[in-house]
Each structure stands twice: as structure tokens, then as C-alpha cells.
């Protein structure tokens, strides 16, 4: 009974946070549009501290992958007969208010030092488990006649995780010379161009932190799977 009154409990607060997040992006996709609309364009309102449609361009565009994105676990849970424990759904939703609404709507990537550091460390662990729910869902597969040893599900996890964060920079580049947006932080908040190795910090930073976080949750999660504890996902029966 205790046991059924926590999962409601979790489900509860899961239901809640995702609603609160999924206002706050379609309000801020509003505020987005209308800034679109009334922003100026010229690099010298920049130089003053204000914000220019590039700006709120970008704003956008994360605002609706983040709307997008929000639908993944729901997505994994029907399609694979996945059951995601509550509160790592919350940890997927919250990480995404950071990163989205406190990162690019409320400027918490220039206001608040090492923000987008610490994202996509905490990043490189949640991918770390994606990774890690992928090969247990294979081993748990009776039609796959496959068992993939503790060591390999770890280093499956590091190097998906991996992949995934070289994927993520290969977008913000792309968009960035599409859209000639900022997402890979290569000029100052004023648009100023950094230059040399300094335009390409934000980058290698990004790539290694991301690396700092799956390798440390690869290591978790081999030691968890060793005591056979089922902590991260569980299949559904």
C-alpha cells in the first residue's frame, strides 16, 4: 500500500511539473513572436544591451523543440513498453525549463556564470541513462538472442551519450550559420565575434563536460547493475 500511494504521489508531481513547463513554453513561444515582430534588427541596438529579432528568433526555435521534446518519454513509454520512473521524468522536464526558459528566455546563459556548464553536464548523465534504457530493452527482448555484458551496456551508454552531444553541436551550428544565430555562444551577447580558440571554447567545453557527465553515470550505473538493482527504468508488465 505504501508502495502504491508513492507511485501515485510521483505520478501527481510528474502531471504537475510538466503542465507548469508546457505553459511556460507556450507563453514564451508567444513572447517570442511578438518580439519578432517589434524587435529592431540593426547590430548597433545589440552594442546598447537590447535584443534584436536574432535573438528572439533563436528564443523560438528552442521554445518549440522544447515543446517537441517534452512528448519523448511518453513516446519511449508507449512504443517500447517502457515504464520511466517519475521523478527521472521530472529530472528530463525541469532540465529542460533550465536550459530553455531560464537559459535563452531568461538570460540565465550570460547572467548566471557556468549555467550552461552545468547543463550539459547534468545532459551527459541523462543521455548516459538513455543509452543504458536502450541496450536493456534489447536484453530484455526475447527475439534478440543477445546478452550484452555489464561492461559493454556501460560503455554502450558513455559512447551514446557521446554521440548524442556531438549531435547536439552539429544542430546548434547548423542553425547558427542558417539563421546566423549565436547558439554556439561564438560572439559576446552584444554580437561582438570572439576570435581565435576563444570563439571555439563554448563548443569544446560543451563536448567535454558532456563527457564529465555520462562517464561519471556510466560508472553509477555499472556498479548499480552489478548489485542487480533496477533503479532507472523497469519494463512494463
Not at 528530463?92 to 548566471?112: C, S
Not at 554502450?156 to 552531444?165: E, N, R, S, T, V
Request: proline share 2%; aromatic share 14%; hydrophobic share 45%.
Amino acid at each position: 500500500m505504501r508502495e502504491r500511494d508513492k507511485t501515485i504521489r510521483g505520478e501527481k508531481a510528474r502531471r504537475i511539473t510538466s503542465y507548469i513547463v508546457f505553459v511556460t513554453l507556450v507563453f514564451s513561444v508567444a513572447y517570442s513572436i511578438f518580439h519578432i515582430v517589434t524587435a529592431p534588427s540593426e547590430t548597433a541596438a545589440a552594442a546598447q544591451g537590447v535584443k534584436l529579432k536574432s535573438d528572439y528568433t533563436l528564443m523560438l526555435i528552442q521554445c518549440l523543440l522544447g515543446l517537441a521534446v517534452m512528448m519523448l518519454p511518453s513516446v519511449i513509454e508507449r512504443r517500447w513498453k517502457i515504464t520511466i520512473p517519475s521523478y527521472m521524468h521530472i529530472c528530463y522536464v525541469v532540465f529542460l525549463y533550465a536550459g530553455i526558459y531560464l537559459g535563452e528566455v531568461r538570460n540565465f546563459y550570460y547572467t548566471v556564470p557556468h549555467w550552461d556548464t552545468i547543463l550539459h553536464t547534468f545532459s551527459g548523465a541523462m543521455l548516459g541513462a538513455v543509452g543504458y534504457s536502450i541496450v536493456e530493452t534489447l536484453n530484455s527482448q526475447e527475439k534478440i538472442k543477445v546478452n550484452m555484458s555489464t561492461g559493454f551496456v556501460a560503455l554502450f551508454a558513455f559512447c551514446f551519450a557521446l554521440a548524442m552531444g556531438v549531435l547536439w553541436e552539429i544542430y546548434e551550428f547548423s542553425v547558427d550559420q542558417i539563421l546566423s544565430l549565436n547558439m554556439q555562444k561564438y560572439a559576446t551577447e552584444n554580437g561582438l565575434p570572439k576570435i581565435g580558440s576563444e570563439a571555439l571554447l563554448d563548443t569544446m567545453k560543451d563536448l567535454i563536460v558532456d563527457s564529465v557527465g555520462a562517464f561519471a553515470f556510466t560508472i553509477f550505473m555499472y556498479v548499480e547493475k552489478k548489485s542487480e538493482k533496477k533503479i532507472f527504468l523497469r519494463r512494463k508488465k
